[in-house]
């Protein structure tokens, strides 16, 4: 080989000792900075060095702002002996201020600390592991009511926030304090590439720039770019590198641009990434698992199945609905009973155990819905043909079929693999015409009767034992054919037939909870409903006071039979209201594992033991239930993870983040997609009610679009009005105007452009009119201001 042709070895690392050595012995070494500085051809590389903060430069700059985080060592001890906590870090929502810490273990009387002020929050960030200092009790303070955004430009004006901080402290009753305490150090670090913008700095040739993420509860990250002006306008992801006890803000560096703001794609991606939804397309490795087409079923699948085919079954879901998981059949017996049958796909026939696309449904969890696509959990092959009990082709299933009396007692309940022919895959709509029907008498529509009529019975006897019929207002769009834009926004309308399907459902699950516990005492995957500690309940209980109405809430029975009685002949509305309240106040339902768990109480479903066993194509719990189902009544073999309690328990705890996940992206979706509406309808007024009060806003719900939103009354360059809040009742008194929750008022909702990052439906005051902050309903000299970027893009 010649001499120029010979390779040039050289050494890069940020160990100091390594590089003089290499030094020595003659090998050209370099710091990654230094190597990436050196490529000139592609300056762009430098802005994705990590910033690295010299511990002990720190101090160079005089002003220090946070104490000191303690090392591990003493943070161990310290939680040992006592004198600190561990827990997660929760940074708010509405306010940058403020914090709560979850306390691990359960120590009851402090399950969560709050903190306030930039000082005891001392630099952790959103789901971080901390260690607290609980304060002495008269620093202790409570909850505050403000909503406190970071929008100031100069990141070191620490007086500012000294101010901001004293707006927090109000004076409360004893009562409201909660325990209050400090992050003393930090015990694992929970940071990830986070989406947002550049908030490009003001001083000219600038290379150290601001970056806001999506996510209101992630601080501001400061980072150096040469490409802030390119980058300007465009959704970008940063990583952060460190967060010195100098600075204002944490240390980052730029990853990568994902486009522009306001673009639907970019934006999608966005809102999969900050969910951390699993979106990306399935590997090889899954596909290479699919069946060949055409598939068919064989001699050898029907061994253990039964052949249910001859059998009047029918699907009923959503228009346009293509992963069907369920299908039903109602028919007479010869002894005057009836046979009923749900059916659902056998999914856990075509993911088998451990392979490549098992492991990729169970690290998706959950297929997630957003407004105008579907990331599913299987590939398309299953989840939309071969596992969908679509109708006039033969499906695996795997059926449960009760004999019941006509009041609905179940006399005999069984499970079986089974194959079946859907006669009819109907819309709710389709459903609930042909029950209506005065002509329609053939076989499909008389199994509909049959079950409707059953299930009245079943909901009934549900609501009796103490059921909730709790109420979220969910809101369908209805999209332009060619843009792809929403025209129309409407809330969903609820039919028979949705509750029909919902009643036998609820029944499979329940039968099948029974079964699978009965089967695997130690490790059955259950689903369970926590019942709300009584605190949760308290702005339920004002509200209804407040309106002259009693919520009694010491079981769900009391809440449920209360919410019926809560009724107001001149206010029908009310009622709808107090049930989205009320969904408010509920804990979030899991999954566990029966071995792990003593409390199998399902509270919203009053039901002593719940499962997920109706929707395998699109959440993973379900086939983890088929394949229990299968063992217990020998349609299948075991294997050795699902018996293992400890690995069902780590399992539960992926599916509970991504179905919570799945639910905020899916909200964050239907967010989006209401400010592309307002965006073309410009602006409207609509009638109102007020959900919470607050002490400078009223959050409202518009139930003509399911809409939530705030309404400020403190805002920059606009003079402050006269409030009081009462915390007791709950009210707040806007100059003389007092308003409570569920009062009716009138808000011009509007879309506001001027932070292109967090563009937000905008709501102000039309009625009831209070001079100087009402805005008058003509909107003619209304002004938005709208970024000059964004002009130039609409007069195309």
Same mark, same amino acid.
Not at 99 to 128: C, F, S, Y
């Given at each position: 080989?010649?001499?120029?042709?010979?390779?040039?070895?050289?050494?890069?690392?940020?160990?100091?000792?390594?590089?003089?050595?290499? !030094?020595?012995?003659?090998?050209?070494?370099?710091?990654?900075?230094?190597?990436?500085?050196?490529?000139?051809?592609?300056?762009?590389?430098?802005?994705?060095?990590?910033?690295?903060?010299?511990?002990?430069?720190?101090?160079?700059?005089?002003?220090?702002?946070?104490?000191?985080?303690?090392?591990?060592?003493?943070?161990?001890?310290?939680?040992?002996?006592?004198?600190?906590?561990?827990?997660?870090?929760?940074?708010?929502?509405?306010?940058?201020?403020?914090?709560?810490? #979850?306390?691990?273990?359960?120590?009851?009387?402090?399950?969560?600390?709050?903190?306030?002020?930039?000082?005891?929050?001392?630099?952790?960030?959103?789901?971080?592991?901390?260690?607290?200092?609980?304060?002495?009790?008269?620093? #202790?303070?409570?909850?505050?009511?403000?909503?406190?955004?970071?929008?100031?430009?100069?990141?070191?004006?620490?007086?500012?926030?000294?101010?901001?901080?004293?707006?927090?402290?109000?004076?409360?009753?004893?009562?409201?304090?909660?325990?209050?305490?400090?992050?003393?150090?930090?015990?694992?670090?929970?940071?990830?590439?986070?989406?947002?913008?550049?908030?490009?700095?003001?001083?000219?040739?600038?290379?150290?720039?601001?970056?806001?993420?999506?996510?209101?509860?992630?601080?501001?990250?400061?980072?150096?770019?040469?490409?802030?002006?390119?980058?300007?306008?465009?959704? !970008?992801?940063?990583?952060?590198?460190?967060?010195?006890?100098?600075?204002?803000?944490?240390?980052?560096?730029?990853?990568?641009?994902?486009?522009?703001?306001?673009?639907?794609?970019?934006?999608?991606?966005? $809102?999969?990434?900050?969910?951390?939804?699993?979106?990306?397309?399935?590997?090889?490795?899954?596909?290479?698992?699919?069946?060949?087409?055409? #598939?068919?079923?064989?001699?050898?699948?029907?061994?253990?199945?039964?052949?249910?085919?001859?059998?009047?079954?029918?699907?009923?879901?959503?228009?346009?609905?293509?992963?069907?998981?369920?299908?039903?059949?109602?028919?007479?017996?010869?002894?005057?009973?009836?046979?009923?049958?749900?059916?659902?796909?056998?999914?856990?026939?075509?993911?088998?155990?451990?392979?490549?696309?098992?492991?990729?449904?169970?690290?998706?969890?959950?297929?997630?819905? $957003?407004?105008?696509?579907?990331?599913?959990?299987?590939?398309?092959?299953?989840?939309?043909?071969?596992?969908?009990?679509?109708? /006039?082709?033969?499906?695996?299933?795997?059926?449960?079929? #009760?004999?019941?009396?006509?009041?609905?007692?179940?006399?005999?309940?069984?499970?079986?693999?089974?194959?079946?022919?859907?006669?009819?895959?109907?819309?709710?709509?389709?459903?609930?015409?042909? !029950?209506?029907?005065?002509?329609? /008498?053939?076989?499909?529509?008389?199994?509909?009767?049959?079950? /409707?009529?059953?299930?009245?019975?079943?909901?009934?006897?549900?609501?009796?034992?103490?059921?909730?019929?709790?109420?979220?207002? &969910?809101?369908?769009?209805?999209?332009?054919?060619?843009?792809?834009?929403?025209?129309?926004?409407?809330?969903?309308?609820?039919?028979?037939?949705?509750?029909?399907?919902? &009643?036998?459902?609820?029944?499979?699950?329940?039968?099948?909870?029974?079964?699978?516990?009965?089967?695997?005492?130690?490790?059955?995957?259950?689903?369970?409903? =926590?019942?709300?500690? =009584?605190? /949760?309940?308290?702005?339920?209980?004002?509200?209804?006071?407040?309106?002259?109405?009693? !919520?009694?809430?010491?079981?769900?029975?009391?809440?449920?039979?209360?919410?019926?009685?809560?009724?107001? $002949?001149?206010?029908?509305?009310?009622?709808?209201?107090?049930?989205?309240?009320?969904?408010?106040?509920?804990?979030?339902?899991?999954?566990?594992?029966?071995?792990?768990?003593?409390?199998?109480?399902?509270?919203? $479903?009053?039901?002593?033991?719940?499962?997920?066993?109706?929707?395998?194509?699109?959440?993973?719990?379900?086939?983890?239930?088929?394949?229990?189902?299968?063992?217990?009544?020998?349609?299948?073999?075991?294997?050795?993870?699902?018996?293992?309690?400890?690995?069902?328990?780590?399992?539960?705890?992926?599916?509970?983040?991504?179905?919570?996940?799945?639910?905020?992206?899916?909200?964050?979706?239907?967010?989006?997609?209401?400010?592309?509406?307002?965006?073309?309808?410009?602006?409207?007024?609509?009638?109102?009610?007020?959900?919470?009060?607050?002490?400078?806003?009223?959050?409202?719900?518009?139930?003509?679009?399911?809409?939530?939103?705030?309404?400020?009354?403190?805002?920059?360059?606009? =003079?402050?009005?006269?409030?009081?809040?009462?915390?007791?009742?709950?009210?707040?008194?806007?100059?003389?105007?007092?308003?409570?929750?569920?009062?009716?008022?009138?808000?011009?909702?509007?879309?506001?452009?001027?932070?292109?990052?967090?563009?937000?439906?905008?709501?102000?005051?039309?009625?009831?009119?209070?001079?100087?902050?009402?805005?008058?309903?003509?909107?003619?000299?209304?002004?938005?201001?709208?970024?000059?970027?964004?002009?130039?893009?609409?007069?195309?």
């Amino acid at each position: 080989m010649s001499a120029e042709n010979q390779l040039r070895v050289i050494f890069i690392t940020n160990d100091r000792k390594n590089k003089e050595k290499a !030094i020595e012995e003659g090998i050209p070494a370099f710091t990654c900075e230094e190597y990436v500085k050196s490529l000139t051809a592609n300056p762009e590389l430098i802005d994705r060095l990590a910033c690295l903060s010299e511990e002990g430069n720190e101090i160079d700059s005089g002003k220090i702002i946070f104490s000191e985080h303690l090392p591990l060592s003493k943070l161990q001890q310290g939680i040992k002996s006592g004198a600190y906590l561990q827990g997660t870090f929760r940074a708010s929502r509405e306010n940058y201020l403020e914090a709560t810490v #979850w306390v691990h273990g359960d120590t009851e009387d402090n399950k969560e600390i709050i903190l306030q002020g930039l000082k005891n929050l001392n630099r952790a960030i959103h789901e971080d592991t901390v260690a607290v200092e609980l304060l002495a009790k008269n620093q #202790w303070v409570a909850p505050s009511s403000v909503v406190l955004l970071d929008e100031g430009q100069n990141e070191d004006d620490m007086e500012k926030e000294e101010e901001r901080e004293c707006i927090l402290k109000t004076a409360v009753s004893e009562k409201m304090l909660k325990p209050t305490g400090r992050v003393v150090g930090i015990i694992r670090r929970n940071w990830r590439p986070y989406c947002g913008m550049l908030s490009k700095s003001g001083i000219k040739e600038s290379r150290r720039h601001l970056f806001t993420p999506a996510d209101k509860r992630i601080p501001r990250i400061r980072i150096e770019t040469r490409q802030a002006s390119t980058l300007e306008g465009q959704r !970008i992801i940063v990583a952060i590198d460190g967060w010195p006890r100098n600075s204002r803000y944490p240390n980052g560096h730029f990853v990568k641009n994902l486009g522009e703001v306001g673009d639907k794609e970019t934006e999608t991606e966005v $809102l999969l990434l900050e969910h951390d939804v699993p979106h990306q397309p399935f590997s090889q490795a899954v596909l290479s698992l699919l069946p060949k087409m055409p #598939w068919s079923i064989t001699e050898k699948d029907m061994k253990n199945r039964e052949d249910l085919r001859h059998l009047c079954v029918c699907s009923v879901d959503p228009p346009g609905c293509t992963d069907i998981d369920d299908a039903l059949h109602c028919r007479e017996l010869e002894n005057g009973n009836l046979e009923v049958g749900v059916h659902i796909a056998d999914v856990s026939y075509f993911i088998r155990p451990g392979n490549a696309l098992d492991q990729e449904s169970a690290r998706r969890g959950t297929t997630v819905y $957003l407004c105008e696509k579907r990331i599913d959990m299987v590939p398309e092959l299953l989840s939309s043909n071969l596992c969908s009990l679509r109708s /006039n082709v033969d499906r695996l299933a795997f059926s449960c079929i #009760w004999e019941m009396n006509h009041n609905a007692e179940i006399l005999k309940t069984r499970f079986t693999k089974s194959v079946i022919n859907s006669k009819a895959s109907l819309t709710y709509a389709e459903a609930q015409m042909r !029950i209506d029907s005065s002509t329609m /008498n053939d076989s499909i529509t008389t199994s509909l009767r049959g079950l /409707n009529k059953l299930a009245k019975i079943l909901k009934k006897g549900r609501i009796e034992n103490g059921a909730l019929t709790l109420s979220s207002p &969910e809101v369908r769009f209805h999209m332009d054919s060619e843009t792809h834009d929403p025209i129309d926004l409407q809330t969903k309308e609820l039919r028979e037939t949705n509750s029909m399907v919902e &009643e036998f459902m609820l029944l499979a699950n329940i039968s099948v909870a029974k079964k699978i516990h009965e089967e695997f005492s130690e490790h059955a995957l259950l689903r369970k409903h =926590p019942a709300p500690p =009584p605190s /949760n309940y308290e702005i339920l209980v004002k509200a209804a006071k407040s309106k002259n109405l009693e !919520i009694k809430t010491d079981t769900a029975k009391a809440l449920a039979d209360s919410l019926d009685r809560a009724d107001s $002949l001149t206010f029908p509305y009310l009622n709808t209201l107090l049930r989205i309240l009320a969904t408010r106040c509920m804990m979030q339902a899991v999954y566990f594992c029966s071995g792990m768990d003593t409390d199998f109480h399902h509270y919203g $479903l009053a039901s002593p033991i719940y499962t997920h066993f109706t929707s395998p194509i699109r959440r993973y719990a379900d086939i983890i239930v088929h394949r229990l189902l299968a063992v217990a009544v020998g349609a299948d073999c075991t294997y050795p993870e699902l018996t293992d309690k400890h690995k069902l328990a780590e399992l539960c705890k992926n599916l509970n983040f991504r179905h919570k996940m799945a639910q905020y992206a899916q909200r964050a979706s239907v967010a989006f997609h209401t400010q592309l509406f307002f965006k073309s309808k410009g602006i409207v007024s609509e009638e109102a009610y007020i959900l919470f009060v607050r002490k400078n806003a009223l959050v409202v719900l518009i139930p003509k679009y399911g809409l939530e939103g705030t309404v400020f009354f403190e805002e920059k360059d606009k =003079p402050k009005p006269r409030l009081t809040y009462d915390d007791e009742i709950p009210s707040l008194k806007i100059e003389d105007t007092v308003f409570h929750i569920f009062d009716k008022v009138k808000v011009k909702i509007m879309l506001d452009s001027s932070n292109l990052q967090h563009q937000k439906i905008r709501m102000s005051l039309v009625e009831p009119q209070i001079p100087g902050i009402s805005v008058p309903t003509d909107t003619s000299n209304m002004d938005i201001s709208e970024p000059e970027t964004k002009k130039k893009k609409l007069q195309k």
